[in-house]
């Protein structure tokens, strides 16, 4: 069984900053992907990024980079230079790579971006 | 292109009605999965389907749930005499065929369900 867990159930952040979102994650898969999701007021789940559990170098896509430390078995959100558009909860999540694509969520971090 | 489409967005049923959530996966996609978010909780998965067939329902309850993928149309999810409890956002997800690696799971803009 997978867990997921995010200890930050709210970051604030002013505009223009950056800001780490924690997760850390229990599998005893030896392969696995890990994901970052927003889910902004409006509800819809959006893709951020993904890291794969062999890839050496840690995801980046734009402002979004993936701080991925396998043997702590964490897989921190870093957003630099925040936007108001980033207010939103962020979801992590992961699936393992045998199997069925399941994904296990953990319950969120509201994030604030004031001006 | 059209992305997975949900309907309705927004459901509001008496308690011990029925409610069917619907699902059109992308254009080509033949897996789909259904999960369920309660407030203030992340996503929890129920059941994953593909064309005609259930893969996997280890997350779905045992009673009043159920769901479908028929060969034609969209999959269904249908949750009989509906409880308070059963308020929640449901989302489905779709991937292509062979998918291997959970990134190319696309998610609908889900379903709010209200339970009065």
């Known amino acids: 069984a997978q867990k997921i867990t995010q200890t930050q159930p709210g970051m604030f952040v002013q505009e223009k900053e950056a800001v780490t979102l924690d997760c850390t994650y229990d599998?005893?898969?030896?392969?696995?992907?890990l994901f970052w999701y927003k889910q902004p007021s409006s509800g819809e789940m959006i893709f951020l990024i993904y890291q794969g559990s062999y890839d050496e170098q840690n995801a980046t896509e734009g402002r979004y980079s993936l701080n991925f430390q396998k043997a702590r078995k964490s897989a921190n959100l870093v957003i630099s230079a925040s936007q108001l558009g980033d207010s939103a909860m962020y979801f992590c999540a992961m699936r393992p790579n045998s199997g069925y694509s399941t994904l296990t969520f953990g319950k969120g971090t509201m994030l604030l971006v004031s001006p | 292109n059209a992305g997975v489409m949900q309907n309705p967005r927004h459901l509001v049923r008496r308690r011990g009605q029925e409610a069917r959530l619907r699902c059109s996966p992308m254009?080509?996609?033949?897996?789909v999965y259904w999960y369920r978010q309660l407030p203030e909780e992340g996503l929890k998965f129920m059941v994953y389907?593909?064309?005609?067939?259930?893969?996997?329902e280890s997350g779905m309850p045992k009673e009043r749930f159920s769901a479908e993928f028929p060969k034609e149309g969209p999959s269904i999810l249908r949750i009989q005499q509906v409880v308070r409890g059963d308020s929640a956002a449901y989302f489905c997800?779709?991937?292509?065929?062979?998918?291997?690696?959970?990134?190319?799971?696309?998610f609908g803009p889900g379903t709010r369900l209200t339970v009065t």
């Open positions: 599998t005893s898969d030896q392969s696995y992907g």
């Open positions: 254009k080509g996609h033949s897996h």
């Open positions: 997800a779709s991937s292509p065929p062979g998918a291997g690696q959970g990134y190319e799971q696309y």
């Open positions: 389907l593909q064309k005609e067939n259930i893969i996997d």
